[in-house]
């Protein structure tokens, strides 16, 4: 495994994510931006947060295994969510939940998450990009 995750003592420890990722690896892979589209283009879950997370992160784990990775190679992740708002989180867990029972991906890596007014597409209710390393 190419990255491994950790809480370090002195930080707060947080159920969903690890706060910092050791690559180890020797190829960075960034993947761009990727929406809860299918592989013909149609919005996966209109409406629904959650099902638009789940949807993100399994396209995040094609790209991947099309460059020869997995999810557990995920170092970092941007998360981006249109009208961002606290009570949004439950609906926010329970993709990266869904998508990471689906993955067999846990813990998951550090992420950012940030609230912005619009994506490109008005049904796209959230965007993650990842940056992970493979050997």
Known sequence: MTVTLVN???????????QVSIATGT????????????AKQVTVGEGDLAAQVEQCYLNIATALAEVGG??????????YVVDW???KMPQ???????????????PVP????????????????VEIEATAILN
């Open 110 to 125: 550090p992420a950012t998450l940030l609230g912005v007014a619009a994506l490109d597409v008005p049904e796209h209710l």
């Open 85 to 87: 708002t606290p009570d």
């Open 27 to 38: 190829k960075l892979v960034f993947i761009a931006g990727q929406v809860a589209w299918d």
């Open 8 to 18: 370090p003592s002195g930080l707060p420890t947080i159920d969903v994510y690890r």
């Open 70 to 79: 997995s999810f557990d190679d995920v170092a970092k992740l941007t998360v």
């Open 92 to 106: 926010l867990l329970e993709g990266i939940s869904r998508a990471s029972a689906k993955l067999g991906a846990a």
